[in-house]
């Protein structure tokens, strides 16, 4: 049996990988100067009217996590919102001061441990500095630099194409920075497992949408959305 079949059929296949993988290469090209377009550069205030209240999503997700938690210890368990020290606000049937189930102190005063899991007093205070919304904001874009200073604060330099390490309020990250769709994007990976996002969009005249998104291994997403006008 002739093998030329066989040939065509190989060549043919390795042919439609091969643009394939190009495509593929030519997708995922990296931006390394910003758009010609880009409305981005200049002075810009905070609409606190049309914005996301960060504070307030960060308690909602805490709150909702601390529930969660209750309730999958309250299943192993048999612990959660109707024991005894729940109902009496963690003093137990008699208002005494009893173990700590609040999963927030070390222990009570005898020394016995608060029940194992989060840190979420800390974790909520962690989580409200990074997602902190500042007053004003001030970018500049040069090529293939970005600079962004927040509320007179030092500015941070991005150069795009460059993946730079930053310790935050948050924990130990390397950021990412790219142009995409018009926008610029900030995509930081944590050492905790942890995932955060960063955008800046101005999709009008005047008017710039700042979208900050973390994705927390205990609370899950919290997506934050501030509307800046220019000054």
Same mark, same amino acid.
């Given at each position: 049996?002739?093998? /030329? ?42 609409? /606190? ?7 307030? /999503? ?162 899950? /997403? ?10």
């Amino acid at each position: 049996m002739s093998r /030329k079949p066989y040939l065509i059929s190989r060549r043919l296949w390795a042919g439609v990988l091969a643009t394939a993988v190009i495509g593929a290469l030519t997708g995922c090209r990296t931006v390394t100067t910003a758009p010609a377009d880009t409305r981005l550069a200049g002075q810009w205030s905070l609409d /606190k009217a049309a914005s996301d209240d960060a504070s307030a /999503k960060v308690v909602a997700a805490i709150n909702t996590a601390q529930q969660r938690l209750r309730r999958r210890n309250a299943e192993r368990y048999g612990m959660g919102s109707d024991s005894p020290s729940s109902q009496s606000g963690n003093n137990g049937a008699s208002g005494a001061e009893g173990p700590d189930e609040s999963f927030d102190t070390p222990g009570d005063r005898y020394g016995n441990p608060g029940m194992l899991g989060p840190d979420f007093r800390t974790l909520r205070a962690r989580l409200q500095q990074a997602l902190l919304t500042p007053a004003s904001l001030h970018l500049e874009v040069q090529g293939e630099l970005v600079r962004i200073t927040s509320d007179q604060l030092p500015p941070r330099e991005y150069h795009l194409g460059e993946r730079i390490s930053r310790i935050d309020e948050y924990g130990t990250s390397v950021i990412d920075p790219r142009w995409s769709h018009g926008g610029f994007v900030l995509r930081s990976s944590y050492t905790s497992h942890a995932s955060r996002t960063e955008s800046y969009e101005a999709p009008a005249t005047g008017l710039l949408t700042v979208t900050q998104q973390i994705s927390d291994p205990t609370v899950g /997403k919290i997506a934050v959305r501030s509307v800046y006008r220019r000054n």
